[in-house]
């Protein structure tokens, strides 16, 4: 039998030359099957790998897996197992689907363990315990800066010298396919005499990339920066939903708060590191000033050739792509980031999400949301059908999708989607009243 690790080597499932998911992915899911039962799972094409059912007849008993892993409705306690379960369940699920396994006879098992894409719902991967949101775009933050405050000095005296973030709010991550609402709320334009409610104007995307965590290491709290990528279980793609209006008002001295937690979409297949090893790429170079020690020695291919893009389509129109970008441009790199996380004492545990920060390339054609790509609604842009957008408009959809290829290699995310519904109509002034 070829070795599933090969480029060339197929699954005996059907897998279009342009999916995102061939037998070298193996990404790890949850799925609601047509009986509405809920299971982990994986994909290879557009076949989901029902990994409750491999568990039950047997095809991880060697493994040792606590009894029942993969028939919950998360993947926080397979993750909790850490890389070297993650890696011998990978590596069995695309032995047993590898061209010419003992499987691919076995019609009535594999009638128990796949299912069409079609027949089932793709839901939340994982319990989100906590939910963090970095800054790591040196080219998004020199954008942002020089629109809000003095393109001289566009970055802050700490950005070059540290991954800056912020907490987020886990109870509003969705996954891909949930509709998300205009959110309501104060803003204050910087001539405004004072502040009004309502909904926001300025509703807006961020294109990022977040890596799911696996358990903090054991009796040594900080996670050094070359062992933080052992605590990395995978990556998805994620919309960090933004409303400028409010953030602009809200965010001094304490940074983001209503702007930014309304919403937020992520991919649901989680493609695990391991499977992204061929794309690894160094990150830019961190020379002038040099970041503290504790932040050196990372891996040296720290980041991801990662290719992205995000379209716009109008309620009943179809799409046109706005931004067109790469994870690779990021300054700090995830493990830098999940090191600096930790330095203090922080915990972190199975599930958590770390956003990257909207990762903004070099050109304008680049840029990882419509704040940079419209310069804050001073340049609209046009889409297909002939309208012009500043921000995001209600019934547009936004779609977000990545992959990495390289000769024969295509491992992707699929995509992350989402409609913006209008603004609920809540007036506060009207209910006090009654
Ligand atoms: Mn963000």
């Not at 920066?225 to 960090?240: K, P, S």
């Not at 304490?254 to 992520?266: C, V």
């Not at 989680?270 to 690894?280: C, G, S």
């Amino acid at each position: 039998m070829p070795s599933w690790t090969d480029p060339k080597t197929p699954s005996f499932l059907p897998v279009s030359e342009h999916s995102d998911f061939p037998l070298q992915n193996i990404p790890f899911g949850v799925i609601g099957r047509p009986d509405e039962i809920f299971v982990c799972a994986s994909r290879i094409g557009d076949t989901a790998i029902d990994l409750n059912a491999m568990e039950q007849l047997g095809y991880f008993d060697d493994l040792e897996l606590p009894t029942g892993l993969f028939s919950q409705e998360a993947l926080n306690e397979f993750i909790s197992l850490g890389r070297p379960a993650w890696r011998a369940v990978r590596r069995r699920i695309a032995e047993l689907y590898t061209v010419g396994s003992a499987l691919e006879k076995k019609a009535s098992e594999r009638a128990e363990i796949e299912w069409p894409m079609a027949q089932v719902e793709v839901v939340l991967p994982v319990f989100v315990g906590d939910y963090t949101d970095f800054y790591a775009s040196r080219e998004h933050a020199t954008n942002v800066g020089s629109m809000f405050r003095d393109p001289a000095n566009a970055l802050l005296p700490n950005w070059l010298h540290l991954p800056v973030g912020y907490h987020g709010r886990s109870s509003t991550i969705v996954e891909s396919g949930v509709n998300v609402r205009r959110p309501n709320g104060q803003r204050k334009g910087p001539n405004d005499p004072a502040p009004v409610y309502g909904p926001s104007i300025k509703v807006d995307f961020e294109l990022e990339m977040a890596f799911i965590t696996g358990d903090g290491p054991v009796g040594e709290t900080p996670i050094p920066v070359d062992r933080a990528e052992e605590h990395i279980f995978g990556l998805v793609l994620l919309n960090d939903w933004s409303a400028r209006d409010v953030q602009q008002w809200e965010y001094v001295p304490l940074g983001p708060f209503l702007a930014k937690n309304f919403a937020t979409s992520i991919s649901p297949w989680i493609v695990t590191l391991d499977a992204l090893e061929p794309f690894r790429t160094a990150r830019p170079a961190q020379e002038d000033p040099l970041p503290l020690p504790y932040l050196q020695q990372e891996p040296t291919r720290a980041n991801v050739d990662l290719q992205l893009e995000v379209a716009i389509a109008p309620d009943g129109h179809s799409e046109t792509v706005v931004c067109q970008s790469n994870f690779k441009h990021m300054y700090w790199s995830m493990a830098q980031q999940l090191a600096h996380h930790t330095i203090n004492g922080c915990l972190i545990n199975a599930g958590d999400c770390m956003g990257s920060g909207t990762i903004s390339g070099p050109d304008k054609g680049s840029f990882g949301s419509m704040l940079e790509i419209t310069w804050n609604g001073k340049e609209p842009v046009t889409l297909a059908d002939g309208s012009t957008r500043s921000f995001i408009e209600d019934g547009d959809t936004v779609t977000m999708r990545g992959f990495c290829k390289k000769d024969d290699l295509r491992i992707g995310f699929g995509e992350v989607s989402a409609t913006l519904l209008p603004a609920l109509s809540w007036n506060p002034a009207s209910i006090s009243k009654k």
